[in-house]
């Protein structure tokens, strides 16, 4: 949806901002059609904070609004400008903050707000633009995608899709570990000048430790390679559109982003990474879609039904499909008879491989809130199982990641592991019969409860989960945890921890060593910085530092990899120990 999509060019974005909207391009149509009153998009509520102060990040505009008593919805700050756009939930808080912010001072920068206009639609806007390119006449109707197909005619659909998904995907896998390992090298050489510049106390130590390690804070450990490097993705999630080819009901992967103005689908059949499985059932449900009369869904026009198809796998041959589709204004007749019809042919075509489906009805948000969307079960198990470690779990995870954080947690009989965004429970269970006892925190209810029936599948009484945001749950938790040996072991998701995680952490003196496992290391920096950053009126207690930094290669022919971080409390007894 495009209320889901971020400004990919900042000139362009500017330059649109409150300007008087072409006719027909107000916000029933044009450019902008996408904004309806049925539904939520937060474009509506708007607005453009000016003269903002030199060198602020994302987290202090975000920490003065809050401070300030104001609850944005998103904020879009471009680095080296002296503005930002940020969205409400409602025209209530809109108004409120800029009433609120028009005027106040920050930094002796004296702050101007103003409505901005939404962005526009990117096809849309792609589209206005080749017709003007064109004379002003639109075009004759065209296949969903020519446009991608005309821009790489030298480049046929397969390599096109590559190029798309897998960007390494004809680099040698030896090369691709030296660029990530250097991406994670670039990370710690980050962090070794933002310690340097937060925490004066540890420069001695700082010192030290950049003459051992070729200048960065700690020593950074061999990549650890995948142990496949084709067919490894056990969880895809394949959109379903318009193929690039001009196939209708295609389902796959898009060759660019909605924000790029592409829509263009094209078959995962010769992708390297998904696996033969995942394919098999892309290509069974790709021919039952085509025999329904049920349109796909369109993100231009918010018509049509299908949507999305997700496929999970494991080792022990077991597939989950879950279906996502908008049901629009059908009767509840039609669409269960159409339930039943994918329970009769996903039955008796065995040649899926699907042992577990799934049908989610996925209609247009109307609110700013996150739905929940309720799964209905159609035909098979209700779940699939994965072996990790001898241990059985319904998630499937990477093997070698997980044992290098329990290596480098050093458990034993008397530690308490606190598994921060555990999920469905994976790292804790994994490591739970090495400990006395493990310690979940999680936002999803449902992966809660799965998490629970994962521990009891094990034979597992020393786990224990608790639902709610980790900035809320940490701390009351860590504050009751009692052993002599407390490790928190942190996986959460791509940007990062809530401050408030972090500043409960270096509040709990008892809490000695902490593994950070980060999908992103660049975007958790700020996570990594208040760690180690000095003791002051905000952050109280001991700090901690970086000793030991691995990344973890869990995705072949990308630029992504995980990286390990552990971290251990400072000891305050000496300052020569600094």
Known sequence: QITEKE???????????NQPAAEGEGAAGG???????????????KVEIQNLPKYIGFNDLKKFLNKHGINPHKIKLFSKQMFAFVTFKN?????????????????SKVLSVRLAKPKADPILKKRKLEEE????????????GSQEVEENEEEPLNIQIANAVTPLWNVPYEEQLKRKEKEVEGVLQKLTREIGNNNKAMLPWLFVQKEKYNKICCPLEAIRPSPVQTEYRNKCEFVIGVGADGEDKTVGFRLGKYKGGSCAVVSPSETTHVSSEAKRVVQGFQQFIRTTPY?????????GHWRQLTVRTSRIKQTMAIVFFNPQKLQEEEIEELKRNLHQYFTEGKESGITSLYFVRMGQRTSAGTEDLPCEHVTGEEWIHE????????TPAAEVLYSAVGEWAQLDQDSTVLDVCCGTGTIGISLAKRVKKVIGIELCQEAVEDAKANAEVNGLTNVEFHCGKAEDVFPTILNAVVSPSVTAIIDPPRAGLHSKVILAIRRAEHLKRLVYVACNAKAAMNNFIDLCRAPSNRVRGAPFRPVRAMAVDLFPQTMHCETILLFERVAYSSNTDI
């Open 31 to 45: 450019v902008y059609r996408y904004i309806k009153e049925d539904l939520f998009t937060s474009e509506i509520f």
């Open 133 to 144: 390119a064109e004379g002003g006449q639109p075009g004759t109707k065209r296949a969903a």
């Open 7 to 17: 400004p990919d060019d900042l000139i362009e974005e500017k330059n649109q901002e």
């Open 387 to 394: 072996e990790i470690n001898t241990m059985i779990t319904n």
């Open 91 to 107: 025209q209530e808080e809109r108004d409120k903050a800029m009433k609120a912010v028009h005027g106040m001072q920050w930094k």
């Open 295 to 303: 349109a796909v869904y369109s993100p231009e026009t918010y018509e």
